[in-house]
Nanobody, 119 residues
């Protein structure tokens, strides 16, 4: 089992930036693929960005590529999502996800943090 402590969500104006953080415990973090998903009201949950633990490969959803950056600090058992150039369509609940075997990760889910982009 993996426990999560997510933070960093909030209200930001279009064009602004936020950094989400997700600290984990319960499993060896360096052997977990980590990812961020999001779900907007009335829409399906979608993967935003993910990082594979075996080789460091990163995946980004096409709509966030060049605006969002996923990175991790294994010494802190924490994964981050740096979000720049935020748009209203980025508004959603963002979930931290961990998985020791699958990529994109899908096994263990955090409770989510809300990101709202609005003027």
């Amino acid at each position: 089992q993996v426990q999560f402590a997510e933070s960093g969500g909030g209200l930001v104006q279009p064009g602004g930036s936020l950094t989400l953080s997700c600290e984990t415990s319960g499993r060896t973090f360096s052997r977990l693929s980590m990812g961020w998903y999001r779900q907007a009201p009335g829409k399906e949950r979608e993967v935003v960005a993910a990082m594979r633990w075996t080789d460091g490969f990163t995946y980004y959803r096409y709509s966030v590529k060049d605006r969002f950056t996923i990175y991790r600090d294994n010494s802190k058992a924490t994964v981050y999502l740096q979000m720049d150039g935020l748009k209203p369509e980025d508004t959603a609940a963002y979930y931290c996800v961990a998985d020791p075997t699958l990529f994109p990760p899908n096994q263990y889910w955090g409770q989510g943090t809300q990101v709202t982009v609005s003027s």
